[in-house]
């Protein structure tokens, strides 16, 4: 079965740093580019984040440039979100997904989500 | 950046009436175009990716149109399970952005 498995999320500190993790399994990990897409509490879906199967080639959002940093393991076939600086405006589900051509770059396997709360 | 600007924010609908919602980008992306279904407390699931290729498993009550900067999500007939918001995206170029999203609610 092809899964997604998020983890790392919880409450942190303003000005505080929370590395997620996001485990895939059923599928040919490194044939596939990642992404991180959130959604603040009753909002909508906002991009964060992606990588290419090789994780030579990573982008970002505009709000989380110079304090996220994405990559991945291949050999564990794992994604990683490093998140530095945290503030209450990051509060969010975050789910990682994955995307390729076959499905027009649209982000098709998506995890269950993991809560970030940035609060004192 | 790319802005997508769905159409409307929510529709009051009946089962099996047809409802369609537009998404439109501030700029072309030729077919570069997704769409998705969120119910509460759960991930997106998608429905639609190149403006109008079915996902696998998806009902073909679900359809798609569009290419350029216009884009339209139809359902033919709608059923109790499609009560939820729905999202267009776009991946024409990073960074990729989201519509804000219609919400379809039962009259």
């Known amino acids: 079965e092809v899964q997604l498995l998020e983890s790392g999320g919880g409450l942190v500190q303003p000005g505080g740093s929370l590395r997620l993790s996001c485990a895939a399994s059923g599928f040919t990990f490194s044939s596939y580019a990642m992404s991180w897409v959130r959604q603040a509490p009753g909002k909508g879906l906002e991009w964060v984040s992606a990588i290419s199967g090789s994780g030579g080639s990573a982008y970002y959002a505009d709000s989380v440039k110079g304090r996220f940093t994405i990559s991945r393991d291949n050999s564990k076939n794992t994604v990683y979100l490093q998140m530095n600086s945290l503030g209450a405006e990051d509060t969010a589900v975050y789910y990682c997904?994955?995307?390729?051509?076959?499905?027009?770059?649209?982000?098709?396997?998506w995890g269950q989500g993991t809560m970030v709360t940035a609060s004192s | 950046d790319i802005q997508m600007t769905q159409s409307p924010s929510s529709v009051s609908a009946s089962v099996g009436d047809r409802v369609t919602i537009t998404c439109r980008a501030s700029?072309?992306?030729?077919?570069?175009l997704a769409w998705y279904q969120q119910k509460p407390g759960k991930a997106p699931k998608l429905l639609i990716y190149?403006?109008?290729s079915l996902q696998s498993g998806v009902p073909s009550r679900f359809s798609g149109n569009g290419s350029g900067t216009d884009f339209t999500l139809t359902i033919s007939s709608l059923q109790p399970e499609d009560f939820a918001t729905y999202y267009c995206q776009q991946a024409h170029s990073f960074p990729y952005t989201f519509g804000q999203g219609t919400k379809v609610e039962i009259k």
């Open positions: 700029q072309g992306i030729s077919s570069w």
């Open positions: 997904a994955d995307y390729s051509s076959s499905t027009g770059f649209a982000f098709d396997i």
């Open positions: 190149a403006a109008s």
